[in-house]
Structures are given as structure tokens and as C-alpha cells.
């Protein structure tokens, strides 16, 4: 397992931007695709964007295309999404998950952090 620790969440206004970051622990950091999942209040996690090893290969979710972008630095262990043109329907907890195998958009056998909150007010 792989501990992942994110950060950067808050409390914004529509039509901002926020920025989250997520750092690992493993020094094999460059070999896990990583990706982030939300999970909206009452609702399953679901998939927002992953990366791949190199940070060449990216996959977005309809729903964020455009206004998120997810990039990564190996140097420093982290992986990072932006996040531009924020609304309401965006608030959810944040999660950033590593795996060696994503199929499509699943993550398999995954390592998650704990979340970070990101709510967005009207």
C-alpha cells in the first residue's frame, strides 16, 4: 500500500479555482498511475481524471474536461489537479488514489488518500 496525503481543498465561490495536491510516500512513485476520484454527498466515488507513469498519457471525465487538468512531478512525489471554473455541482471530497493497473477508468488493487474537501457555494 501506498500512503498518499492530499491537500488543498477549501471552501470557494463559483467560478474560482483551486489547486490539490497529493504526495506520496514510495520512492517508486513513477511507477503508479495516479489519478483523483470524488465523492459527492450521498453519491459513490466516482472517477475525475488520471495520469499516467511518465505524465505523457491523461483521461479526464466528461464533467471536467476543459476545466480540470492533472499533472504530476515524479521529483517530488506528488501528483496535482487544477481545478478552473468551479460550481456547485464540483463539491465533493477529493480523493487521490495510485495504482499499478488502471483499466480504463478503474484503478486496480488502489492505494487512497483521505480526501480532501472541496466545496463550492453558489
Known amino acids: 500500500q501506498v500512503q498518499l496525503v492530499e491537500s488543498g481543498g477549501g471552501l470557494v465561490q463559483a467560478g474560482d479555482s483551486l489547486t490539490l495536491s497529493c504526495v506520496s510516500s514510495t520512492q517508486l512513485f513513477s511507477s503508479y498511475a495516479m489519478g483523483w476520484v470524488l465523492q459527492a454527498p450521498g453519491k459513490e466515488r466516482e472517477f475525475v481524471a488520471k495520469?499516467?507513469?511518465?505524465?505523457?498519457?491523461?483521461e479526464y471525465a466528461d464533467s471536467v474536461k476543459g476545466r480540470f487538468t492533472i499533472s504530476r512531478d515524479n521529483a517530488k512525489n506528488t501528483v496535482y489537479l487544477q481545478m478552473h471554473g468551479l460550481t456547485p455541482e464540483d463539491t465533493a471530497v477529493y480523493f487521490c488514489?495510485?495504482?499499478?493497473?488502471?483499466?480504463?477508468?478503474?484503478?486496480?488493487?488502489?492505494?487512497w488518500g483521505r480526501g480532501t474537501q472541496v466545496t463550492v457555494s453558489s
Open positions: 495520469i499516467g507513469m511518465s505524465g505523457s498519457s491523461k
Open positions: 488514489v495510485a495504482s499499478t493497473t488502471v483499466v480504463g477508468q478503474r484503478f486496480l488493487s488502489p492505494s
